[in-house]
């Protein structure tokens, strides 16, 4: 534990609008799963790559899912790492800085992006985004293969959003799921990192 710091996860900040809460919910349970002992270990393993920001303020940049999930089962501290200290840098620089490294992702629910002060200050803010719970569940069964290139499972979801209605995903998630993992493998994602033949 002595590599990494502690912080409390109330007050962690997001570098994003949303989360998938399907992929939270199922975060959650495992974490209230665990006991405060094994959650503490859990946690430890997971730390959460922070930027400290103005105000000393630290921003998430990975582990949304997994911070949104620790503060739901009520865990009040997390691990993280620091990734880079931008507390010098004036807001409007900070959030430039932050999306020249691929640190931020200011787009919503519906694959449109905004300004940078849309980002909610805390993670109880962050908006549901089914279409990137069901990236997440495609990537967990296979459908992709996780990789280094910043906010992937957004890149997938935007793809799932353009090919299966709402209503069916609503509907039926798991059956969304094995469709999206068959459009995973289509030769129409070819493009997108992580694409799996």
């Not at 899912?65 to 503060?71: C, M, N, Q, V």
């Not at 430039?96 to 300004?115: S, T």
């Not at 509907?171 to 993992?181: E, I, P």
């Amino acid at each position: 534990m002595a590599k990494f710091k502690r912080a409390r996860i109330k007050d962690l900040c997001p570098t994003q609008l949303t989360v998938g809460m399907i992929e939270v919910e199922v975060k959650r349970k495992h974490l209230t799963g665990l006991s405060p002992k094994k959650q503490e270990l859990f946690l430890e393993a997971h730390p959460m790559p922070v930027v400290i920001g103005p105000e000393g303020k630290l921003y998430i940049t990975d582990h949304h899912h997994l911070a949104r999930a620790a503060l739901e089962a009520k865990i009040d501290y997390a691990c993280f790492s620091v990734e880079a200290d931008f507390s010098a840098r004036r807001p409007d620089k900070f959030w430039h800085d932050m999306d020249k490294k691929f640190w931020v992702h200011p787009l919503d629910q519906h694959g449109i992006r905004h300004r940078y002060h849309h980002i909610p200050a805390s993670l109880d803010k962050l908006v549901d985004d089914v279409y990137r719970s069901l990236a997440g569940f495609v990537r967990d069964a296979g459908g992709f293969q996780k990789t280094n290139v910043a906010f992937v499972e957004f890149i997938w979801a935007d793809y799932f959003r353009r090919n299966i209605a709402i209503e069916d995903v609503k509907a039926d998630f798991m059956a969304a799921v094995r469709h999206a993992k068959r459009l995973a493998r289509s030769p129409r994602a070819k493009r997108i990192p992580g694409y799996k033949r």
